[in-house]
């Protein structure tokens, strides 16, 4: 099992990934294109600031399931001297499973807000996307993060070895 979870782990962050990667570089050309547009023609892109937001939610919440799955937030280990390893992997795992379960309050305000979007017919303002679409993409986004956390805190129990080799820290 150890030797197999890096590889399952690589193969399910690829996709997440890709589209944040492919969001990120749409929006950093837009930028590019908007700032040269409207300093030589006195041209912006009318709607970049929308397309900004929506791109930059996509990046966000398409990176978080990667993010959370490989433990790679941003952590202050003030209080680790204070842990044995055995009370820090039960830390770890109460940590994950607590975010985890967390997670599914937002994701299931995602969906209601959705929702109600789809109802009203909300559309955005420049370029008329359906604003159920970015809002769906959020919720399922917390819904994988959630998930990915919720195994992780599991794994923290159950197979501590297996996660701390399938966890680019650990190589370190």
């Given amino acids: 099992?150890?030797?197999a979870l890096p590889r399952i782990a690589n193969a399910l962050a690829l996709v997440p990934a890709a589209i944040a990667s492919a969001a990120l570089f749409a929006m950093m050309t837009m930028t590019f294109a908007d700032v040269v547009l409207?300093?030589?023609?006195?041209?912006p892109i009318e709607a970049a600031t929308e397309l900004t937001r929506l791109l930059m939610a996509v990046v966000v919440f398409a990176s978080m399931p990667v993010v959370s799955a490989g433990g790679k937030h941003i952590a202050v280990d003030l209080t680790d001297p204070l842990f044995s390893a055995r009370a820090a992997r039960w830390r770890d795992a109460a940590v994950n499973l607590?975010?985890?379960g967390m997670l599914f309050w937002p994701a299931e305000r995602a969906v209601v807000l959705a929702e109600r979007a789809a109802s009203f017919g909300?559309?955005?303002?420049y370029l008329e996307i359906p604003k159920v679409y970015p809002a769906m993409f959020i919720a399922g986004a917390?819904?994988?993060?959630?998930?990915?956390l919720l195994i992780r805190g599991a794994l923290c129990v159950v197979a501590p070895r297996a996660l701390a080799a399938a966890t680019p820290a650990a190589e370190a």
């Fill in 1 to 3: 099992m150890a030797a």
């Fill in 142 to 148: 917390c819904y994988v993060t959630a998930a990915a």
């Fill in 122 to 125: 909300d559309v955005t303002e």
């Fill in 98 to 100: 607590g975010c985890g």
């Fill in 38 to 43: 409207r300093s030589t023609l006195n041209a």
